[in-house]
């Protein structure tokens, strides 16, 4: 269970975490997830970016948190590139630092029926300043349940590219309960 979860009516301080503390990312990605507005036909999904080297967040979004059909890694991406002057489109061009890495409560998208760019190639394409790979780890809390694309070949796509995928354990209940709102039981 996250102890650091709020009630939404403020954001909360910006805290500074050890960037060994897997689980409280992962939690602080599932209080993002709670955000996204419940629909049958969307995953709630919750996104953090953050600075290995650092413990810094960079970046939180969460699903449909953006206009259009918006995923938790594309709004954290945008919102990062957002911060640096770049629009929307151009989140890609973003300076992000060297040991970027990002939590999100599911498996990265691998396809998507609305024809945007999946979250995989977008995480692929992120380079840092020096032109190397930008993020180089995906912490995930659960793998896609196979509702909407069948299977979700989102990890494999990444680690295929160079991107070590790390599951963090402890949050599945909660995560599969929070990424389902919405959805027929």
């Excluded at 979250?119 to 995906?138: A, E, P, T, W």
């Excluded at 909407?148 to 590219?161: R, T």
């Amino acid at each position: 269970m996250c102890l650091h979860t709020w009630d939404g009516s403020q954001p909360p301080a910006q805290p500074k975490l050890d960037p060994n503390d897997h689980l409280t990312y992962m939690c602080l990605a599932l209080d993002q997830a709670r955000e996204s507005p419940p629909k049958p036909s969307n995953f709630c999904v919750g996104a953090i970016l953050v600075d290995e080297d650092t413990g810094d967040i960079l970046a939180r979004g969460y699903t449909l948190e953006l206009e259009g059909n918006t995923h938790a890694e594309q709004c954290a991406l945008i919102k990062y590139a957002q911060t640096q002057g770049h629009a929307p489109d151009d989140y890609m061009k973003a300076q992000f630092p060297p040991n970027t890495a990002i939590y999100t409560t599911m498996e990265p998208c691998n396809f998507r029926l609305s024809g945007n760019l999946p979250c995989v190639d977008r995480i692929i394409q992120i380079k840092d300043k020096d032109g190397n790979r930008g993020i180089k780890k995906v912490y995930l809390g659960v793998k896609e349940p196979e509702k909407f694309v069948g299977e979700n070949k989102g990890i494999k796509k990444l680690e295929e590219n160079g991107i070590e995928c790390i599951h963090v354990p402890g949050l599945e209940q909660d995560i599969l309960r929070v990424a389902t709102a919405g959805h027929e039981k």
